[in-house]
């Protein structure tokens, strides 16, 4: 960490002097909110702001071949979800499962698995990359999460989408162990981040997050959330588990994880 630290300090000045703040402001409603513009001009804020400004809003994740389908993707953190919910859903595979779209939309949404089968997909070839120093490629396919979003007509106060994931990761005493994520709205359309129910050509297994996880594949493996069971919009990201927008940035990761 220590030798990228300087040339980021040099980089935030620049920012600083103005052509990222400016630059920015064009190309996003989110850098009006005095929230978002606060965490801009953080030391954070700087990775968000430089993928924006070098590589654009839509820029794409590198995408692959077949041929460079990892022969295993490694299952990490939760195995299998606890408790006797989920594993009445796994019995059941699945068919009582709904994914519930809610907060701030006009139409809130429960969809089914076929439900997302139903709709529009995607499938991208991507190399996921875990803070832990693995990486793995795999082929992913669902339903892009910019559908199902629009179906439900965010209200304009909407900044974030929150993903509560069905496991409680830790028993932790302040009963900020669920697992969640949130990504900005910017990262929500993003043609490739999508809501995933395949692998590498088979239904999603429960190791990997079944029935539904997102990929959003401009940010680290840790913000790809496993069993999604809602997605929340919202205007902040306070009062979600300890305020900093997901179960790992709560415990002092970086909310922005770009990779
Ligand atoms: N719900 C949930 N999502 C999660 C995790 C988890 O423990 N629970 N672990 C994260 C981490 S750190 C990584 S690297 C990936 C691992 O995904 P995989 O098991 O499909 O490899 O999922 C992420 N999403
Ligand atoms: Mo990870």
Known sequence: MSSIQIPRRRFLALGAAGFGASLL??????SESPEV???LSSAEGLTYRAQRLLGGSHSLAREYAEADLSPVFKVNGTHMPEGDDYAELVESNFARWRLRIDGLVANP????????????????ITRHDCVEGWSAIGKWQGVPLSIVLKRASP??????????????????????????????LIDAFHPQTILAHRLNDGPL?????????LRVERQLGYKQAKYVMRVELAASLEGFGRGKGGFWPDRGYEWYAGI
Do not use: K, W
């Open 25 to 30: 402001a064009g190309c996003d409603r989110l």
């Open 37 to 39: 513009g606060e965490f």
């Open 109 to 124: 949404l429960d969809l089914s698995l076929q439900d997302l089968r139903n709709l529009p997909q995607r499938t991208q």
């Open 155 to 184: 209200l304009p106060e909407a900044r974030f989408a929150v993903f509560h994931c069905a496991d409680m990761y830790e028993h932790a005493l302040d009963g900020t162990g669920q697992y969640y994520e949130s990504i900005d």
């Open 205 to 213: 297994s429960v190791g990997h997050g079944a029935p539904l996880r």
